[in-house]
């Protein structure tokens, strides 16, 4: 299946699990319309994972010349959680998506960068489109390799959309347990060059 054909599938699903999906040409394209969704939104603290030098450098200067608070690794766990909390907006960058699922994963081995897609009201998730895999079953060896380098302490997150619960009166509601908005942006060109 091609790459093409993987993002298409993966868009339809995530968007009808209320999420929000952008394809960028490049990664600067990507950081424009990060940029949108901040303005959007009237973010005054961002917070970040780990991202790329490539994406973290022109939108931590992006958010300085705005009057946004940028947060990023490392992050002192006696800061936590209160230091991501307060950031309306997280950004991470997915270890691989499923295209069949719409679905984003990201490990993390800290909590740090667990909390970042967790605990901001929005978040924004990018990926490289040749980081999709066809199927859930796709993913078995992919999370066995990351749990084997990483015995001690890993923590695998599926993320198809916003939070969503039907505890509350059987009625589905969106930003209980973690973001009532979620973003993807797909970037098509190769991520070779992004440290990814």
Known sequence: MSAA???EQFHKKYEVLSGKVKEADGV???IAQIISVLTTVGAKCV???ALPESINAPLEAHCASAGIEYLKPPYRASQLPGAIDHAQVGITCADFVIAETGTIVEFATNDAARLVSTLPRLHIGIAW???LVPQLTDAAPLIRRQFEENPANCVVTFISG???TAD???KL???VHGPEEAHAIIIM???TAHGR
Request: glycine share 4%; hydrophobic share 40%; net charge negative.
């Open 5 to 7: 054909t993987l993002v």
């Open 129 to 131: 489109a040749e980081q």
């Open 162 to 164: 916003p939070s969503r």
């Open 47 to 49: 917070a970040t994972s």
């Open 189 to 191: 060109e190769s991520r």
């Open 173 to 175: 509601t969106l930003g």
């Open 28 to 30: 600067a394209d990507a």
């Open 168 to 170: 509350i009166e059987m």
